[in-house]
């Protein structure tokens, strides 16, 4: 069983800056695809990020060039880093992996095989 825990969620002010960590157990992150989902109360979760195995990364439009996906082989740990932070980044984000999906396919999914709790980030005028 794959379990996922989030950590770094905080409050900022806008135009600083987060990194957010998703440690992994029960899998090697190395042979799945993993990424970034976030969601505001009343709305749907989108994906933010997505980075497969090979360390291909893709991007939701809203976050490119702002936010960076990576991830740590070794510490089976996957990181999010978050610069020039805007008020509209406010949403509780959550790490998923996906055996299957990956790519756009894990980015606009629904449904992947396992979530972390989530970890809150807040960013103020």
């Known amino acids: 069983q794959v379990q996922l825990v989030e950590s770094g969620g905080d409050s900022v002010q806008a135009g600083g800056s987060l990194r957010l960590s998703c440690t992994a157990s029960g899998y090697t992150i190395s042979n799945i695809c993993m990424g970034w989902f976030r969601q505001v109360p009343g709305k749907e979760r989108e994906g933010v990020a997505v980075?497969?195995?090979?360390?291909?990364?893709t991007y939701a439009d809203s976050v490119k060039g702002r936010f960076t996906i990576s991830k740590d082989n070794a510490k089976n740990t996957l990181y999010l880093q978050m610069n020039n932070l805007k008020p509209e980044d406010t949403a509780m984000y959550y790490c998923?992996?996906?055996?299957?999906?990956?790519?756009?396919?894990?980015?606009?999914?629904?449904?992947?095989?396992?979530w972390g709790q989530g970890s809150q980030v807040t960013v103020s005028s």
């Open positions: 998923a992996a996906d055996r299957h999906l990956c790519g756009w396919l894990l980015l606009l999914a629904r449904v992947v095989n396992y």
């Open positions: 980075i497969d195995s090979a360390g291909t990364t």
